[in-house]
């Protein structure tokens, strides 16, 4: 397989699958724990408001909905795992696929939380790092665990796809 096609074959194969582990977490911390995880519909509210030229919100739960908004935070979700699993491969190599590590893995993960405290939370009106929520520190605790759960979820998508090249 040309670099190129590796690079793109295997971020897609270990994003979605990344993506799909830290779906699992949420499902679990939802039904045995009741913590709930980011609604994904306003992930697309937030994208669906692109196109008017705001990407930022006082409060996005408030916000005008957006015709498939669901649908735009569901897709929007897997490409941006795919992305970050592009970013792993692009620093370590499509070599990492072959023989993956956690540590890797782990640090991409965390080194994730930054796009929701930085840039998600403070678009949807909920403050740097969540500053701005009832409970900041349970929400950065709980952003840090999901995307750690992400590196763990980046690394056993690289053992799986090993296991087929």
């Not at 306003?42 to 196109?51: D, N, P, S, T, Y």
């Not at 740097?128 to 952003?143: D, E, Q, V």
């Amino acid at each position: 397989m040309q670099p190129y096609t590796a690079l793109i074959v295997y971020s897609l194969i270990i994003g979605i699958g990344a993506t799909i582990f830290m779906d699992i977490y949420a499902i679990v911390n939802r039904t045995f724990f009741k913590i709930p995880s980011l609604d994904y519909r306003l992930l697309g509210r937030w994208i669906g408001h692109f196109k008017e030229g705001v990407f930022a919100h006082t409060s996005i739960m408030q916000a005008k909905p957006v015709k498939g908004e669901r649908i735009i935070g569901w897709i929007a979700h897997y490409l941006i795992g795919i992305t970050f699993a592009f970013l792993l491969l692009l620093i370590w190599g499509t070599g990492w696929a072959y023989h993956p590590t956690l540590l890797p893995a782990l640090l991409i993960g965390i080194l994730t939380t930054v796009a929701p405290f930085f840039m998600m939370q403070p678009a949807f009106g909920f403050g740097i790092a969540a500053s701005k929520t009832p409970k900041p520190a349970t929400a950065r605790l709980r952003s840090l665990m999901t995307h750690t759960i992400y590196g763990i979820g980046l690394y056993i998508a690289g053992l799986l796809l090993h296991l087929f090249i």
